[in-house]
């Protein structure tokens, strides 16, 4: 049965900073390419940056520079150090597969951007 926790979210005012962890069980991370994505009220959910199984990274324009994916293959855990936040970035963010397979959507970590 796969499991997928992820963890770090909570208020942080404009210009803070976070770092989101995802940690697996029941499956092996380093087989897959992974991805972070978020959901903002009232829109729908989208893919925020992906890392390859060999470590390329990608990010959407509205994150570069200011978001870093990364992953442990050892602890079958993948992050998201995030840096500079905006009120735009307040969402619920999930770690998932790249390209996102239904049945590994968690519960997702609430980050909230707000003086």
């Known amino acids: 049965q796969v499991q997928i926790v992820e963890s770090g979210g909570g208020l942080v005012h404009p210009g803070g900073s976070l770092r989101l962890s995802c940690a697996a069980s029941?499956?092996?991370?380093?087989?897959?390419?992974l991805a972070w994505y978020r959901q903002a009220p009232g829109k729908q959910r989208e893919l925020v940056a992906s890392?390859?199984?060999?470590?390329?990274?990608n990010y959407i324009d509205p994150v570069k520079g200011r978001f870093t994916i990364s992953r442990d293959n050892a602890k079958n855990m993948v992050d998201l150090q995030m840096s500079s936040l905006k009120p735009e970035d307040t969402a619920v963010y999930y770690c998932?597969?790249?390209?996102?397979?239904?049945?590994?959507w968690g519960q997702g970590t609430q980050v909230t951007v707000s003086s």
């Open positions: 998932n597969l790249e390209p996102a397979s239904a049945p590994f």
């Open positions: 029941g499956i092996i991370f380093s087989f897959y390419d």
């Open positions: 890392i390859t199984r060999r470590g390329r990274t």
